[in-house]
């Protein structure tokens, strides 16, 4: 079968780092992607990991190991804003656009 | 980038009626998506909407309780029938552009089932 697993919940505070982690079994691998889900709100779309290594935009990064099946987002610098549901989703095999979700990690930011 | 609107964005509903919900896109998209979310849970694909042909189903999602249409490629609507307080849940309608891995999201529906 296909999962991602993340962990439920995260708690942190202001300024500090925070990094969610998720491993996966898919059918084959075509990339790891990350979105941010604010209560109430849509999921928007944070980055993406097709290959081994870290992407940084802005003060998120997000780290990609294939051979561990494993990758992670760091938010750094937090704010309170950025407390939020963070899902990792990837494809369920190589069938162009469809997304497989985890479970989600709600982050909470504390002053 | 896409921007997308649903409508209604939420409704009360009896049991074993249908709610039709409709999702709409500024421009033209090949691959649109139909998603459940529960509260507090993550994101379930129903269904991949095809222009032109009947849709794709996951699993545990059938078309005679979820009947999707998409009449063209800005446009979809997907039908909650004979619905139950189970169906409670978020609707979301997303689509993907040039970037097969970075989607783009409705604002959702929110149904309750009473």
């Known amino acids: 079968g296909q999962s991602l697993e993340q962990p439920s919940e995260v708690t942190a505070v202001e300024g500090a780092i925070v990094q969610i982690n998720c491993t996966y079994q898919t059918s084959g691998f075509y990339g790891l992607s990350w979105y941010q889900q604010h209560d109430g709100g849509a999921p928007t779309f944070l980055s993406y990991?097709?290959?081994?290594g870290l992407e940084e935009t802005g003060r998120f990064s997000s780290f990609l190991s294939r051979s561990d099946s494993y990758g992670y987002l760091l938010l750094q610098e937090l704010q309170m804003k950025d407390s939020a549901s963070y899902f990792c989703a990837a494809p369920p095999g190589n069938q162009g656009g469809k997304l497989i979700f985890g479970q989600g990690t709600e982050l909470s930011v504390k002053p | 980038s896409a921007v997308i609107s649903q409508k209604p964005s939420r409704d009360i509903c009896q049991r074993g009626t249908s709610l039709t919900i409709q999702c709409q896109v500024d421009s033209q998209v090949t691959m649109m998506f139909w998603y459940r979310q529960q509260p507090g849970q993550s994101l379930t694909l129903i269904a991949t909407a095809n222009q032109g042909s009947e849709a794709t189903y996951e699993s545990g999602f059938v078309i005679d309780k979820f009947p999707i249409s998409r009449p063209n490629l800005t446009f979809s609507t997907l039908t909650v029938s004979n619905m139950s307080p189970e169906d409670s849940s978020i609707y979301l309608c997303?689509?993907?552009?040039?970037?097969?891995?970075?989607?783009?999201f409705g604002p959702g529906t929110r149904l309750t089932v009473t």
């Open positions: 997303s689509v993907t552009t040039a970037a097969h891995y970075e989607q783009y």
């Open positions: 990991n097709a290959l081994d």
